[in-house]
């Protein structure tokens, strides 16, 4: 299982994965855009792994959104095959910005399906605009990071 498949970086966080039919587009593969959901995904739970729970980003009226996504979509996927999606945090500013990259690889033959880089920037959620970083972010979040 995951456990067998080779990592790009150490120490991953690591969601598994079932593709269903509602990812399966008109070409019969996993659609580009689930992959994104996928990343998505396993984001919030690195997230919520780490204490760092939608319900402590309100309580904070902080939030880590998207400023920037990279996704090399390298091969397909298919109904019912299973899938390890890696994320790791590779930078944390400590002010303002963080960085996770993503890797996800079929069980079956640890083919490498996508690796992506994701860069957020926190915000406050009541107006949308930049705010530093609050301590338990950093906390959390910093904690995580492994060298890329």
Request: glycine content about 6%.
């Amino acid at each position: 299982m995951s456990s067998q498949l080779e990592w790009d970086l150490p120490d991953p966080f690591i969601t598994e994965i079932e593709v269903g039919e509602e990812a399966i587009d008109h070409y019969g593969h996993a659609n580009n855009a689930q992959y994104l959901r996928w990343v998505e995904q396993a984001s919030w739970a690195h997230s919520n792994e780490l204490g760092l729970t939608l319900e402590h980003y309100r309580e904070l009226d902080r939030a880590m959104a998207v400023h920037r996504h990279e996704l090399d979509y390298l091969a397909p996927c298919f109904i019912g095959e299973k899938l390890a999606m890696a994320t790791w945090i590779v930078e944390c500013d400590g002010r303002l910005t963080l960085t996770r990259r993503f890797q996800l690889q079929r069980q079956a033959d640890g083919v490498t399906l996508l690796r992506a880089r994701t860069r957020y920037a926190c915000i406050a959620l009541s107006s949308g605009r930049p705010r530093r970083l609050p301590a338990s972010f950093i906390r959390g979040y910093g904690s995580a990071i492994v060298s890329n």
